[in-house]
């Protein structure tokens, strides 16, 4: 679902989520298009799940918060919320220095997954794909230093707070050396 104040932006939307088609008697296509279009059925689960999404993001900022008070410590690091703006927080992330904490994302990642606790890397960058091996990267590396130390922490909006507290216990215990 695309919400926008921005009449050009819906239509090339559209566009481009009806295989961007042009306006021709035949199947004709001057850009790349995609098939992204709802059911009737999935549009109406759409529009009922807009009626809640404020409190999903109310509850997503507070997962994000409580992890981020609970664990910010030099070594870790949250994404911040640049003046202005106001984030989601859908998808809790953190960054692990593993020179100035002694054990690496991998470390907490593997601790978390032996107590059955889900936890992921973020996002390995696109160049780094094996689909797009040999394909030309332009880039700084911030996207690998990403992808090596950024964990994704369980954040859905109906984490409970014991639940939250379990992964923030075991996140201390590892950091502590327990």
């Known amino acids: 679902m ?9 239509d090339e939307a559209r566009f ?5 088609r042009d306006p021709a008697p035949h199947y004709e296509h001057t850009t790349y298009g995609y098939n992204y279009r709802l059911s009737n059925v999935c549009a109406a689960i759409g ?5 809640v999404l404020d409190d999903r993001v109310e509850a997503r900022r507070a997962v994000f918060d409580r992890y981020r008070e609970a664990l910010s410590r030099p070594g870790i690091a949250f994404m911040p919320e640049p003046d202005g703006t106001r ?10 220095d593993a020179q100035i904490l002694g054990l690496g994302r991998e470390d907490i990642r593997l601790a ?4 059955k606790i889900e936890s992921r890397p973020l996002w390995k960058p696109m160049h780094m794909q094996p689909l797009f091996a040999g394909a030309p990267y332009e880039g700084t590396g911030v996207d690998e230093r990403l992808f090596a130390d950024g964990l ?5 909006s109906d984490l409970t707070a014991a639940e939250q507290d379990e992964v923030i216990g075991r ?6 050396g327990r």
């Open 2 to 10: 695309l919400v926008t104040r921005h009449r050009a932006w819906a």
């Open 16 to 20: 481009l989520a009806t295989q961007a």
């Open 47 to 51: 529009l009922g799940q807009m009626r």
């Open 87 to 96: 984030a989601t927080r859908w998808l809790t992330t953190m960054t692990v």
């Open 112 to 115: 978390l997954l032996k107590e």
């Open 152 to 156: 994704c922490l369980p954040s859905g």
């Open 171 to 176: 996140i201390l215990d590892c950091l502590d």
